[in-house]
């Protein structure tokens, strides 16, 4: 019998992008993740929320303001605001609760007032008619309307950016997967959104004008050869992408590559790679890979940025579940792929990995064959090797999950 993934995936996005005084801000300071679970940092340690009514099985994203007052979070498609609410004009947004990165909340440079939600359809899996790809677009939130609680701008609303182009599926030409970061520019100030497809990145700027809808495009080696089915759909999207708190490395899990996608085929081909990543001006470099031949989907640097956390699942010839394993790698080593660490193996299938504003960096995830209403969590991920103290289903989430 073949195990179906679920991810129980969880996004707060803002926070990778706040360099060197991370832990100084509070934006980040609630999480509304899953099936409504929450957490609240703002004590210091997380304590479990439950007033959530997000339902996502895997891209969300929650903003507060700097005092760490929450301010909304969104699953893609609908926007709820701090009274739990859904705002207004907050449905109808454009992205997908099944794709990796459903959304990332960008705060406009400049303007305490002003927020853009980045979207990212998923690719679809199945293309039928009337179900069009949307690929990545954004809107624009106002917290000064709705008696201050915000509201989508209703003429900056799915803005649209760049789309999965099924038609001529395997020309690079501005297309996009699951996949979306962002990071602070060298200049301090202005942040970069960085989305992916095939060989090409593309870094969008942000800045006190707006989003600027011309990106800046690096061309990578082709090490990824994206299974295009019959109906013309791209099923090797899955995965995460983050960029390192100083900016400087970028890291993307390919869950597939080209033997099967996720719900066909082989398990058994997805890759890890890092990169170099210039926030000056914008460009993505020096393609290595770290992981092959397992089913990648959680990456996320340390605070300090010197090492790399990843999740990675091992499926049998018959596409069934065998174990995860959490991964530590050295970014700063002379062979980084050899400096692969197992901080653990287990039952857990692989999920999203997520630093928090305590420092600590948490893990989503459920045990085979079982629920996920706990994280877990690596305590030290400053540390090397094992001693990153790895604590499986520490943080309970009050039976959400």
């Not at 995936?9 to 060197?20: G, K, N, S």
């Not at 701090?82 to 004009?89: A, F």
Request: glycine share 8%; net charge negative; with cysteine.
């Amino acid at each position: 019998m073949t195990f179906k993934l679920k991810f129980w995936a969880f996004c707060l996005m803002l926070l990778i992008f706040i360099p060197f005084d991370t832990f100084a801000q509070k934006e980040s300071a609630v999480w509304y993740f899953g099936g409504k679970a929450g957490l609240d940092f703002n004590s210091g340690s997380p304590v479990a929320l439950t007033n959530g009514q997000l339902v996502t099985k895997e891209g969300c994203a929650t903003i507060s303001n700097a005092n760490g007052s929450l301010l909304f979070y969104t699953d893609g498609k609908t926007v709820w605001d701090s009274n739990h609410s859904v705002m207004p004009n907050g449905t109808g947004l454009l992205g997908d609760t099944s794709s990796t990165s459903s959304a990332i909340i960008i705060p406009k440079p400049g303007d305490a007032s002003i927020y853009y939600i980045f979207t990212v359809d998923k690719p679809s899996y199945f293309l039928s008619e009337g179900d069009p790809i949307s690929g990545v677009n954004y809107s624009k939130v106002d917290m000064d309307l709705n008696g201050g609680t915000g509201d989508i701008v209703p003429n900056e609303k799915n803005i649209h950016l760049i789309t999965y182009d099924v038609t001529n599926a395997m020309q690079n030409e501005y297309k996009c997967s699951e996949k979306i970061t962002a990071v602070t520019h060298s200049d301090g100030y202005s942040v970069w959104v960085i989305t992916q497809f095939i060989n090409k990145f593309f870094a969008f700027s942000v800045d006190e004008n707006g989003v600027n809808p011309t990106p800046t495009i690096s061309t990578v080696p082709q090490a990824i050869y994206p299974r295009i089915d019959e109906q013309g759909s791209n099923i090797t999207a899955i995965g995460y992408l983050k960029v390192s708190p100083n900016g400087k490395k970028l890291a993307i899990a390919h869950s597939s590559v080209d033997l099967g996608g996720p719900r066909s085929g082989q398990k058994k081909s997805g890759k890890v790679l890092l990169y170099d990543f210039n926030n000056t001006n914008g460009i993505v470099s020096n393609q290595s890979t770290l992981v092959t031949g397992e089913y990648p989907y959680g990456v996320e640097f340390s605070p300090n940025s010197k090492l790399l956390y990843i999740t990675s699942s091992i499926f049998d010839t018959e596409d069934d579940f065998v174990n995860s394993y959490l991964y530590q790698f050295n970014v700063e080593a002379s062979d980084v792929a050899n400096s692969k660490t197992i901080v653990n193996s287990s039952q857990t299938v692989a999920g999203a990995l997520q630093l928090a504003i305590d420092g600590k960096i948490y893990r989503a995830g459920y045990p085979a064959f079982g629920s996920a209403s706990s994280l877990s969590v690596i305590n030290s991920p400053n540390t090397i090797g094992t001693a990153c103290g790895y604590s499986p289903y520490n943080v309970s989430l009050n039976g959400n999950e």
